[in-house]
């Protein structure tokens, strides 16, 4: 966190600028948003056991999978996510549409992401009502949905084999509709203080 020190001191002063270009009285929503992969070729994560037990855990060699693009809004406890086949430009703009839906009407949100290319891209559609914030490059710690990636993990979508893709696909969807209908994890999970508390 030190080497983003600098970057973390002008964020007040970047979301300051940007409610200078809104409305008088535009609440503002801060959100977070990435992408994780999901598919056969599945990550072991560790569990509970008796001591000296080696519990088994299935590892498919399959490579079918599709991808949860996530965001949050830690204040609200409110996230909004599409589970894709691909992770390109196209779906990040399907992606933008279903987060500004879930924007509060009247408010406007500013959406922190990495610096993928398809978060950069100049052919993005943003909606209007929502302002895109990269974080510093190669700073995946700064993201709370990366600590959101690793809790789906952990608790629905490793250790387990997905019999075809369509499977994949409910099962990711499952695990976040399971995410969402619990707001105070998402509050727990998301806030970080030098966004949340200035």
Known sequence: MNLHKKS?????SALEAIREKLMAGTALEIWWQDEARI????KITRRWARKGTRPRAAHDQRTKS???F????PERGVGAALVLSRCDTEAMDLHLAEISAQVVQGAHAVVMLDQA????SHALQVPENITLMPIPARSPELNPVENVW???RD???SNRIFKSFEEIVQLSCDAWLKLV???????SIGRRRWAHEF
């Open 8 to 12: 973390l001191k002008k964020f007040p």
């Open 39 to 42: 598919g056969q070729k599945n």
């Open 66 to 68: 599709a991808y949860i």
């Open 70 to 73: 996530g965001a949050i809004c």
């Open 117 to 120: 290319g398809w978060h950069t």
């Open 150 to 152: 690793q809790f789906l």
């Open 155 to 157: 608790n629905d979508l």
């Open 181 to 187: 209908e619990q707001p105070w994890k998402i509050m």
